[in-house]
């Protein structure tokens, strides 16, 4: 695998840093997403779908993407009980998902580099924690940030305090790396760049409408993210 060589400080902003987003992107669980998706729909009625017309669907908030499905959005009773299904389905399916291809190795390079990385999920906070620490990796990070709060919402306010939190961190010296383009635009809310990779929630068209690089391995992303800020 190809060396990282992360960027190291301009002007005094600091060494280059990468934002991880965790499912679909550092974790390969899309298989387990599909699977607990389906489950989900099945409660109100809604025949199960491919990944890729998932792919082709899937968009945040998560109501808008059963809205297209639908065609309505969830009543309040449906999305609680279509979230419980799904979470318990997921949780269940987990168990069989690994990291991404290559990502321990480009995590480890990155950081040998002298270059900073942290995670940003929309994952619960406490069901994260101990899948991070399970690979062996947390020690890579500088911060671990999962979701708190109820599900279903974008990323920018979280990335916001994920961002305000990290010190040292430039957010014009920050890529964030996902799989989703509401990734991409809690990047743009914070000023900093995204690389968004295809492994995960949606299909390469939906993720080029998104105006920033679209890539098909982490490897690329990473090389992206050093292009960017380099």
Not at 41 to 53: D, H, N, Q, S, Y
Not at 121 to 135: A, C, I, N, Q
Not at 137 to 166: N, Q, Y
Request: with cysteine; aromatic share 8%; glycine share 10%.
């Amino acid at each position: 695998m190809k060396t990282v060589n992360a960027v190291k400080a301009v002007n005094g902003d600091g060494p280059a840093h990468l934002v991880w987003d965790w499912n679909g992107t550092l974790f390969h669980d899309i298989d387990a997403v599909i699977s607990a998706s389906n489950a989900a729909f099945a409660e109100i009625g809604l025949e199960p779908i491919t990944l890729a017309r998932y792919r082709e669907l899937y968009c945040v908030p998560i109501p808008r993407f059963y809205e297209r499905l639908m065609g309505r959005l969830p009543t309040p009773a449906e999305w609680d009980h279509m979230d419980l299904v799904f979470q318990r389905y997921y949780r269940d399916h987990l168990i069989r998902c690994a990291l991404a291809d290559g990502a321990e190795s480009l995590l480890r390079s990155w950081q040998e580099a002298g270059g900073t990385q942290s995670i940003m999920s929309m994952y619960g906070h406490e069901d994260l924690l101990p899948l991070v620490r399970g690979f062996g990796i947390e020690r890579r990070f500088i911060r671990v940030d999962g979701r708190t709060g109820p599900s279903g919402g974008s990323k920018a306010e979280h990335m916001a305090r994920h961002i305000a939190g990290l010190d040292g961190v430039s957010a014009r010296r920050t890529v964030v790396i996902g799989d989703a383009v509401d990734d991409a635009v809690a990047a743009a809310h914070v000023g900093a760049h995204a690389v968004l990779y295809t492994g995960g929630s949606h299909s390469r068209e939906s993720l080029a409408e998104a105006g920033v690089p679209v890539v098909d391995s982490l490897a690329e992303a990473v090389a992206e993210a050093e292009r960017l800020v380099g």
